[in-house]
């Protein structure tokens, strides 16, 4: 094998949506990119794991992996575990070289995914003016995490919404549910709720029945196997092959 292969590592989850949905999205990258031999492994609850992967690739002859987080902020995933997992690989495999890529956020194209995804759920712009955007994420105890999170808000507070507030499924506070509520007190109209989620399971979950307990107006469905999304993937292995110091155009 004379060209990398991406592995895209997802974290995992007991309920099956979330596997079909990353296993959806690698088989758009593949498609966006005939002739890349895409991937997938996940750190727990799902088959194959990360070393597993590692090893029949190392087997087939492979010299070359880019490790893909599909994760959106970097976390105690992107920092700890997955590092950790890969470290234990390359002392088992020496002939393979692993190469890992940057985290898929902060981008413009997540951006563009949530836009998406809430007119899909029927957010037209002229409702921008008067609704109030919920941007629900997981959740960390991570402060650069957070801070990337809250600096999304900012940006898409710039693109026209009355307000946009951050919200959190897990780890701390405010909740979907409390925020969707102090946004109606304050007198705004309509509340969109958008989950910045890759993929179903239990937190998104929670984004959601929050949403419908405090009576949100829209509910955008989480960020899945959109174009967008597949490009994003794309662009980080790119950046992971070009060294350091030198330019994509190069």
Same mark, same amino acid.
Do not use: M
């Given at each position: 094998m004379t060209h990398p292969t991406l592995l895209v590592i997802a974290h995992g989850s007991r309920d099956p949506r979330h596997a079909?949905?990353? $296993? &959806?999205l690698t088989e758009r990258v593949r498609a966006e990119r005939p002739?890349?031999?895409?991937? +997938? !492994?996940?750190?727990?609850?799902? %088959?194959p794991s990360v070393p597993?992967?590692?090893?029949?690739?190392?087997?087939?002859? %492979?010299?070359?992996?880019?490790? #893909?987080?599909?994760?959106?902020?970097?976390?105690?995933?992107?920092?700890?575990?997955?590092?950790?997992?890969l470290r234990e690989a390359r002392a088992r495999l020496p002939r393979l070289h692993i190469r890992q890529a940057d985290v898929l956020g902060p981008s413009p194209l997540l951006n563009a995914t949530l836009g998406w995804r809430?007119?899909?759920a029927g957010v037209r712009p002229g409702d921008l003016p008067r609704t109030g955007l919920v941007l629900a994420s997981a959740g960390s105890s991570d402060p650069e995490?957070?801070?990337?999170?809250?600096?999304?808000?900012?940006?898409?507070? $710039?693109?026209?919404?009355? !307000?946009?507030r951050p919200a959190f499924a897990? &780890?701390? #506070?405010?909740? +979907?549910?409390?925020?969707?509520?102090?946004?109606?007190?304050?007198?705004?109209?309509?509340?969109?709720? %958008?989950?910045?989620?890759i993929a179903p399971g239990r937190l998104p979950d929670r984004i959601a029945a929050g949403a419908e307990a405090a009576g949100a107006d829209v509910l955008a469905d989480v960020l899945g196997p959109a174009p967008e999304l597949a490009r994003?993937?794309?662009?980080?292995?790119?950046? %992971?092959?070009?060294?350091?110091?030198a330019s994509l155009s190069a």
């Open positions: 079909a949905t990353v $296993h &959806a002739g890349l031999r895409v991937e +997938t !492994a996940f750190l727990e609850f799902n %088959a597993r992967v590692l090893e029949r690739l190392a087997a087939q002859g %492979a010299d070359e992996v880019v490790a #893909l987080p599909l994760l959106l902020t970097r976390a105690f995933h992107a920092k700890t575990d997955i590092p950790s997992v809430l007119r899909e995490a957070i801070a990337v999170i809250a600096e999304i808000a900012r940006e898409l507070r $710039h693109t026209g919404w009355c !307000a946009v897990s &780890a701390l #506070l405010p909740r +979907t549910e409390d925020v969707v509520r102090e946004l109606r007190a304050e007198g705004v109209e309509r509340v969109a709720v %958008a989950p910045y989620a994003l993937l794309l662009n980080r292995f790119d950046e %992971a092959r070009v060294p350091v110091g």
